[in-house]
């Protein structure tokens, strides 16, 4: 997808190994090694900073992001436990999503000590990155980075989006990115941040309900209304936080259309990765635009049926009508991740099944030799589940019919977070 420094054709997740790499980052340990580890190396430093996070468990409001910022090995080496695996899903979503970013202006908010912004600098030389943060120490480090792998195209500032604006001079961007900011950001007790693995479960979740109990008019938005005024005409809002409950994501949603933008179902997706107990984490990552005016998509609208859920499996729309459903099908601008074939031992005929992606759509069309034809719309975060059932269903199946089956291009089942088997 991208070229090394021997100008070799390289993936992005080779690109983003290596990137870690240069500037000194590696991965996780479980967390007792890490403490010991990190204890031995920086002592004092490093109780102080395990009293800070001990302390913010406990709910106290205290401030790591300085005591974190203290040296740059210092710094890399709480990112390596905490944040790489993260950055890197994030990452991997970014450079799979190809933006035409030449001669565009791209800002973070909350950039810390510039890990993701540097890396994604470095493969768009003609676009012009600014990242800012409130903490000092992590500008600094912001700073040596971007010196250090020689990026011209970056610079890093100490604000807040408060303070940002009032020096900007009325520059827009054409896109923001925040990564882990906002549920620190927005008004005390409307997230629960106790939550930070996504409910896959909470099947009573309806829109209403949420609405009802959630007033947004009650509540300060400021930094989102900022956020706004700092984004061009069309530009695009790319968001990744801890919204660890359907509510909470609805509740997030809804404040980006309060200060005017709109969510693309469609674009959003899920971050996937280990966290730094070694426990899954899913993060929503969801894309804002601020042109109202944007023609809404056909996947778009397919999508808003499995809004209520959006990481439901079960939120789906089926067409039953086997014209409508074959003819729907024929029209997608399909990506196959799966097929197969069951050709049943007693005569009774043929059936085959495919999955894959359209226009950032998930489906599962099947059809009969007796003519019936069913197509099941999705939204492409779940397809990582139904993969799961097929792979039951084909296990169930081999026992009354011949079954055939591929899987479809690795590079598409990876960016869809489907494991291959
Ligand atoms: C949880 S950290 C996330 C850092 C980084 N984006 C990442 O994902 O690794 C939150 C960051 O937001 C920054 N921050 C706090 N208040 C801010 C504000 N008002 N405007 C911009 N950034 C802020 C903090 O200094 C900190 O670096």
């Not at 991208?2 to 070799?8: I, L």
């Not at 054709?9 to 080779?14: G, K, L, N, P, Y």
């Not at 510039?114 to 480090?141: R, S, V, W």
């Not at 896959?200 to 007033?215: G, H, K, L, R, V």
Request: hydrophobic share 40%; proline share 3%.
């Amino acid at each position: 997808m991208t070229k090394n420094n021997q100008s070799k054709e390289i993936t992005a997740e080779q690109f983003i190994d290596q990137y870690f790499k240069k500037i000194g980052i590696g991965g996780s340990v479980k967390p007792e090694q890490f403490w010991r580890l990190l204890t031995k190396k920086f002592g004092k430093l490093a109780d102080e900073f395990g009293d800070c996070v001990e302390a913010r468990e406990n709910g106290q409001k205290v401030d790591p992001y300085v005591l974190k910022n203290q040296t740059v090995e210092f710094a890399n080496a709480i990112a390596a436990q905490f944040d790489v695996a993260k950055l890197r899903s994030t990452a991997l979503w970014f450079l799979r999503e190809q933006f035409q970013l030449n001669d565009k202006k791209v800002l973070e908010v909350g950039c810390d000590n510039g890990i993701l912004l540097c890396m994604i600098a470095t493969l768009f030389p003609d676009t012009k990155f600014t990242g800012i943060d409130p903490c000092e120490p992590a500008i600094k480090i912001a700073r040596e980075r971007a010196k250090y792998l020689e990026l011209t195209n970056i610079e890093f500032q100490v604000a807040t989006l408060d303070t940002f604006i009032e020096e900007s001079n009325q520059t827009v961007f054409d896109l923001i990115l925040s990564v882990t900011v906002f549920h620190e950001l927005l008004a005390d007790g409307l997230f629960d941040s106790s939550k930070t693995i996504m409910s896959y479960s909470n099947s009573t979740f309806s829109i209403e309900d949420a609405d009802n109990e959630f007033i947004p008019k009650c509540v300060e938005i400021y930094d989102l209304k900022v956020l706004t005024l700092l984004l061009s005409v069309d530009g695009k809002f790319i968001s990744v936080d801890r919204w660890g409950t359907q509510y909470d994501l609805l509740k997030w949603i809804r404040l980006n259309e309060k200060v005017g933008l709109c969510c693309s179902i469609a674009s959003s997706n899920m971050i996937r990765f280990k966290g730094s107990s070694g426990q899954p984490e899913i993060l929503p990552l969801t894309v804002f635009y601020k042109d109202s005016k944007a023609p809404l998509l056909a996947c778009d609208v397919l999508s808003f049926k499995a809004y209520p859920g959006f990481v439901d499996v079960t939120a789906y729309h089926l067409i039953e009508d086997m014209m409508v459903a074959e003819m729907i099908y024929g029209a997608l601008a399909k990506e196959e991740i799966y097929f197969h074939e069951c050709v049943y031992n007693d005569g009774s005929g043929t059936e085959r099944l495919t999955m894959g992606v359209a226009n950032g759509l998930g489906y599962v069309y099947t059809t009969a030799t007796t003519g019936f034809r069913r197509l099941v719309l999705i939204p492409s975060a779940v397809l990582y589940e139904k993969a799961h059932e097929m792979d039951e269903a084909r296990g169930h199946a081999v026992n009354v019919a011949s079954v055939k089956h591929h899987w479809g291009d690795p590079n598409l089942l990876s960016r869809l977070n489907i494991p291959l088997n």
